[in-house]
């Protein structure tokens, strides 16, 4: 996007955030879209709950059930995701983008990312940055040749 922004209006796919196809309940899809739709914020399972008009226990196990995730993982993987947008997409600090999704520092977001992709946030960035840069050169070689 451009300014690396990433916003609430994100249009991606369930099955590209690890959850599988299929058809959900209304509470359930209504949860994976509240989830998405107030990506920002730091959410808990029982603001989902009420967000979406369902008993707690209920949405809890209903969400489990159909996806084969966790509400907290579900939001974890999130959270993530967005992280890896921030840190590809713009220029802030690590910090800065720990911030942005709901972590409460730096190292909170690291452990995340490092759990969830086997990889730091410094190393996505750094490996970005390494693909553009390879990029430019093979594009500039190929305009002299």
Request: proline share 2%; charged share 25%.
């Amino acid at each position: 996007r451009p300014g690396g922004q990433v916003g609430g209006d994100m249009e991606l796919s369930m099955e590209k955030r690890g959850l599988p196809r299929g058809e959900f309940s209304r509470a359930v899809s209504e949860s994976l879209a509240f989830i998405q739709g107030h990506s920002r914020s730091k959410q808990s399972v029982t603001q989902i709950a009420e967000g979406v008009g369902v008993n707690y226990h209920t949405l809890r196990s209903r969400f489990r059930r159909e996806t084969r995730l966790t509400m907290e993982e579900c939001l974890i993987r999130n959270r993530v995701f967005l992280a890896c947008q921030l840190i590809l997409e713009s220029s802030k600090q690590i910090k800065e983008i720990a911030w942005d999704v709901g972590y409460q520092n730096e190292n909170q977001l690291t452990r995340a990312t490092k759990k969830h992709l086997g990889l730091t946030p410094q190393i996505i960035r750094r490996h970005a940055k390494l693909t553009s840069m390879v990029s430019k050169v093979l594009h500039q070689a190929k305009r002299l040749t």
